[in-house]
């Protein structure tokens, strides 16, 4: 039993040890597939298939247009949500959840469907000459309908942590409501609102069920992947994996980091 | 500069009082005195005047909430710059409002290593910045400790005194209202007295008043009658019928219930001259606790069923042997007695 006490936390006072040997489980089970990943890898005959840059351009760009539009549209949508209570809120609530809830496949659907060429807006918009169904805007859509939703209550929340007495000072304090959100809510919110980034973004990078059905073309990488383990195999698929986590991963670790005041050295 | 606001939400509330220098509002927790203080700034729909009508970005109050609201992401400096136009003078006015407060050294600090009379002051100068005409403060000896309250709450008013501000403090502490210019009570969300500290404390206009001034001696009686001679005289029934002789109370019948008070300065030892032996109000106790006060000492009698507090030179505790457990009499100043009608 004395073994399983005799660890010192970081506050220095002693802990037992259970919670340390249950993590580093869990951490075992999360880094298996990865772990695998680097065995089956071919390093000695590592190369890419056809079409693999053009999908990290296609990930990379469009990615980050997309969050971009999650950003302006979501950071409005969840201060009002976050600073505003009426009667029927929750419907607005169960409009997210319904967002977040839709299993991908059937978003895409719901999504071709509303803006494909025969659905109401999607042959308004092609009467202007956009096409939203296997183009880039389609797949910058695909990808801000897969992200949005996680967004927007990682934003509220953290809009929600900031005291409503510190906006309401600054207002005593001659500033505009304006002024008192970009001076006030955004800074004290701004380790929230960085996780929130750093989710859409792993979220929309990584969207694969509506985009396959939304734009299947451009293939950013998720999709990619798909085609290079149906045309050639296993092997095209790897390398292309290694790829997808360089280009993905700075972004959200570094945002991860700062939410939590931390230093990546 | 008058007061005179009526709220409806979150609490129905009508008051009208005066403000001259450093008011206290004194009252119980409840009584919508935050309400009041938010309503003047704006920050919760009220009618009234000063300010009645505008936004809150565009009335001249600084207020100061209870834990004083600094600003964490912000500098000492920045949170007094805060509301300061934009320039380039703007960081050299923020360190002269800092420096009026005796805060330079701690400029660049950020709130949370700032001790809690720091952050009062810095939250103080930041109000100053945006030259109000009119200061709001909640409870503002409440997030201070005990052992320098009063000098950061005296040092808090001399400041303001300084700056020529009216301010309007509520608070729940009576030892506030000692400090104060002024002191209105509110109770039963209305205001029901107001004056000058001495006039207050020295005539509470009723028994709730008295409890909110912190008086501990109140207690209840019935009136026995009313002598010609000017004297009126109450039956003390907790105190083995012990009668009390005060100055004649106008509107009093016989057999009514009151309340009455009287302050522990004006319970009386009998004197080091033994040849005085005349008493106002001869009441019996036992000496139940004392408190040392250095020059005086604060002792609680066992009169009866209540305890009477009495404070008393020490060099006269002494004399007297006041243990505890020892049987004393001790005089209650008619003059010091104050009676009203009894409420609830």
Known sequence: ???????????????????????????????????????????????????????????LGYSLISLMLIVAFGTPLAWWLARHSFRGKWVLEAIILLALLTPPLAMGILLTTLYGPYGPLGSLLTQTGVELTNSAPAFVLAQFYGALPY???????????????????????????????????????????????????????GEFGIVLILAYYPQGIPVKLWVNLQDIGLSAVYPLLWVFFLVAMPLPLILGLASRRQRLF | MRIDYSIDHPVRLEVNFEVEGFTILLGQSGEGKTTLLRAIAGLLPAQGEPFGGLLPQHRAVGYL???????????????????????????????????????VDVAEHYPSALSGGQQQRVALARALARKPQLLLLDEPSSALDAATRDEVMAELISEMHEFGLPALAVSHDPHLAALADRVAVMSGRS???????????????????????????????????????????????????TTLRLPQQSGLAAGQLVQWMIAPTAVRLPSLESDQHHMDNPVSGRVESRLNLGAHFQVALRCGTERLWLSAPSNLVRHHGLETGREITVDLHSDGLLCWPHQG
């Open chain 1, 1 to 59: 039993m004395s073994a399983l006490v005799d660890v010192q936390a970081a506050d220095g006072l002693p802990r037992s040890r259970t919670p340390a040997l249950v993590g580093a489980l869990t951490l075992l089970l999360i880094a298996g597939p990865f772990i695998a990943l680097a065995s089956a890898t071919h390093w000695s005959n590592f190369h890419f298939a056809p079409g693999d840059m053009g999908s990290i351009a296609v990930s």
């Open chain 1, 151 to 205: 967004y927007v209550v990682a934003a509220r929340a953290a809009f929600e942590g900031v005291p409503r007495e510190l906006e309401h000072i600054a207002l005593t304090l001659g500033k505009s409501p304006w002024q008192t959100f970009w001076l006030v809510s955004m800074p004290l919110a701004r380790l929230g609102l960085a996780a929130g980034i750093a989710l859409a973004w792993v979220r929309a990078v």
């Open chain 2, 65 to 103: 909430p209870q834990g004083y609201a600094l600003f964490p992401h912000l500098r000492a400096w920045e949170n007094v710059a805060f509301g300061l136009p934009r320039g380039r003078q703007r960081r050299a006015q923020a360190l002269e409002l800092l420096a009026r407060v005796q805060l």
């Open chain 2, 191 to 241: 205001i029901v007295q107001q004056g000058t500290p001495a006039e207050v404390l020295a005539r509470p206009a009723s028994a709730a008043v008295a409890r909110l001034l912190g008086h501990r001696n109140l207690f209840t009686a019935r009136v026995a009658g009313q002598k010609i001679s000017g004297i009126t005289l109450l039956r003390w029934e907790a105190v083995n019928g």
